[in-house]
């Protein structure tokens, strides 16, 4: 395999993906496989981008909103939202990757080198991201109601019961805890309260639910009997 990847067959992909704008979706891919590793591996919440829905109506006048708030809304306008941002900027970037590419393998060739060459590629790039956002929010739809009828049923589920820290860290901005539900175990965002922190391996018990953050509130297990 490694000999077919250094083989100089592989040359034209390696100048497709390097090559202005395709470089730009390849640097991002690699940073959105590096951060799913890392996510996996329990270091990193893969929700940690999310942006609260805005509590304003996007669609009517609003006197001063936030800038959390704005990029709320244009979130909702592209219907990007009701999945983690992360999911929707691994797919954004994918697909962008996809496009550029075959578009500089296929038409690069009669591009003119010089300021032309990039004038194409800032309008490739554009294109690639636009429509690649279009995509996204088609794909999105059917998993949407997944999320939510996955996110009320865990409420019901776990709130009450134990859970087993699985980031480095639990406090009241980052964590993730993991609850055993006889299968392949359910991986949930959690916060602990005030200036509490767990650290990975440590028993806490699911007591709150934050819609707005998707997250569940947390205690450790002896503060909890205590109760």
């Known amino acids: 395999m490694f000999a077919i990847l250094l083989s100089s067959e592989m040359d034209p992909f390696y100048q497709n993906i390097l090559s202005f704008p395709t470089a730009f979706f390849s640097a991002v891919l690699v940073f959105c496989v590096l951060f799913w590793l890392v996510a996996i591996l329990g270091f990193l919440d893969i929700s940690f981008l999310d942006i609260p829905e805005p509590d304003f109506d996007v669609s009517g006048d609003v006197d001063s909103p936030s800038t959390v ?39 690069y060739s009669y591009v003119p080198a010089g300021i032309i060459y990039y004038l194409v590629g800032v309008f490739v790039l554009l294109v690639s991201l636009y429509l690649s956002t279009l995509l996204t929010a088609q794909l999105i739809k059917p998993l949407r109601p997944l999320f939510k009828k996955m996110e009320q049923d865990v409420e019901k589920i776990v709130l009450g019961q134990t859970a087993i820290v699985r980031t480095s860290r639990v406090d009241n901005e980052f964590g993730e805890a993991t609850v055993d539900d006889g299968g392949a175990g359910l991986i949930l965002k959690v916060r602990s309260s005030g200036e509490e922190r767990y650290k990975a391996g440590d028993k806490v018990v699911l007591i709150e639910y934050y819609e707005d953050l998707n997250a569940f509130r947390v205690v450790s297990e002896e503060e909890f009997k205590g109760l």
């Open 69 to 107: 708030d704005a990029v709320a809304g244009i979130i909702l306008k592209l219907g990007l939202n009701g999945v983690p941002l992360t999911v929707i900027i691994s797919l954004i970037t994918l697909f962008g990757w996809f496009i550029s590419y075959y578009t500089v393998h296929f038409f």
